[in-house]
């Protein structure tokens, strides 16, 4: 299944803008490109979707360049409660070997950890 | 209200015991999944059942076994658990499983530690 390539981890000061990318060479060309932020001892939560070029919403925005390889995720002047894991995804159809055939897949890396220092 | 909600949200328990956790939502969605994940923090899709019918069965040992009584009530059994199943398990769902761009909903997960 597609897979997608994130930092690690990443640092950044109260109110500075942070700007994650992902990688995602594989890409299937209708697929769409899903932001998750999870915080600890909490569930992934949707933060942003998109196709191509820029998408915003009162969360985030999210940049994707014409080749649609890569997104960049923009967090505007961040806080302490920004802390928490950003996963990248893109899905992917289930082939027809697999047990959910014709299923839409998303597959979870292992996310970019900002931490927000005072 | 909590769109997906999933109890209990601690389990300890010792190995060889069978448990269950449940995992309810009030969404109006068609699909409802479980994921494991683990002390690296990966998030592995388990389980998935659409209209209260199984359309994803990952490699999990045949001792979890899924039960979805209706579409908004998804819950996960477990029997004679092991200590490598100690993880936090997360019950989501979603309005399908075919579209391309499909949300997902999460509910806050379930420690489990196996003694």
């Known amino acids: 299944l597609a897979k997608t390539t994130q930092p690690i981890s990443m640092d950044s000061y109260e109110g500075q803008e942070v700007n994650i990318t992902c990688s995602h060479n594989?890409?299937?060309?209708?697929?769409?490109i899903t932001w998750y932020q999870q915080f600890p001892s909490q569930g992934p939560r949707f933060i942003i979707q998109?196709?191509?070029t820029k998408v915003t919403n009162e969360v985030a925005s999210l940049f994707i360049p014409a080749d649609r390889k890569s997104s960049t995720l923009s967090l505007p002047r961040v806080s302490l409660s920004d802390t928490a894991v950003y996963y990248c995804?893109?899905?992917?159809?289930?082939?027809?070997?697999?047990?959910?055939?014709?299923?839409?897949?998303?597959?979870f890396g292992k996310g970019t950890k900002l931490s927000v220092i005072p | 209200d909590t769109a997906v909600s999933q109890t209990p949200k601690y389990l300890v328990t010792q190995m060889g015991n069978d448990k269950s956790i449940k995992c309810e939502q009030n969404?109006?969605?068609?699909?409802m999944y479980w994921y494991k994940q683990d002390s690296k923090k990966f998030l592995k899709i388990m389980f998935s059942?659409?209209?209260?019918?199984?359309?994803i069965n990952e490699t999990v040992p045949n001792r979890f076994s899924p039960k979805s009584p209706d579409k908004a009530h998804l819950n996960l059994h477990i029997n004679s658990l092991e200590l490598g199943d100690s993880a936090v398990y997360f019950c989501?769902?979603?309005?399908?499983?075919?579209?391309?761009?499909?949300?997902?909903?999460f509910g806050s997960g379930t420690q489990l530690s196996v003694l």
């Open positions: 989501a769902s979603s309005q399908g499983f075919d579209r391309v761009g499909e949300k997902l909903f």
């Open positions: 594989n890409i299937a060309t209708n697929d769409y």
């Open positions: 998109g196709y191509k």
């Open positions: 995804l893109v899905g992917e159809r289930a082939p027809e070997t697999y047990s959910g055939a014709g299923s839409y897949q998303l597959t």
């Open positions: 969404l109006g969605h068609d699909t």
């Open positions: 059942y659409n209209n209260k019918e199984l359309i």
